[in-house]
């Protein structure tokens, strides 16, 4: 039920975000919605993680079901980095802004990686799910490189 709830949520999320992302009322709600979707994106993909690492049962449609949120909301930050929003309470680097076309290759790559993940989630086969997943961590991986401050 949980799952459903939050898919109608992430699909009501997508239905606004167009209008919505290009009106943020400020730097620190662009920052703050941001933040939340890459949060509950990560959130999804430890789901995946733990299966390939072993860690919890490898169960296919749960698997499939956390997929295809993370490829809903690996769409759902960029439009958020909006002018201003690179000060205050902000873990990305100045170079999001300063080498924007990097960027959005960057949150193309990891958009591509998580279609890949939700392909391979749908065939049921955990060695092509864990395979999809390294992918993922790759493109997830190389722009924090890049593109986010380390703690």
């Known amino acids: 039920m949980r799952l459903c709830s939050l898919a109608a949520l992430v699909a009501a999320a997508l239905l606004c975000c167009g209008p919505a992302a290009a009106q943020f009322k400020n730097a620190d709600a662009a920052i703050e919605y941001r933040q939340g979707a890459l949060t509950v994106m990560d959130n999804h993909y430890d789901r ?31 439009s958020a980095f909006v002018e201003g929003s690179d000060k205050g309470d ?53 722009c924090h490189d890049d593109f986010r401050k380390k703690h």
Not at 48 to 74: R, S, Y
């Open 48 to 78: 995946i993680g733990a299966m390939v690492k072993g860690k919890v049962p490898f169960d296919a449609h749960v698997a499939q079901v956390n997929a295809d949120l993370v490829v809903t909301l690996a769409r759902l930050p960029w």
């Open 90 to 142: 902000t873990n990305a680097k100045p170079e999001v802004w300063s080498q924007p076309d990097k960027f959005k290759a960057a949150a193309q790559r990891l958009q591509d990686a998580t279609v890949k993940l939700a392909e391979a989630a749908k065939t049921g086969n955990p060695d092509a799910l864990k395979t999809a997943f390294g992918a993922t961590s790759d493109a997830c991986r190389s």
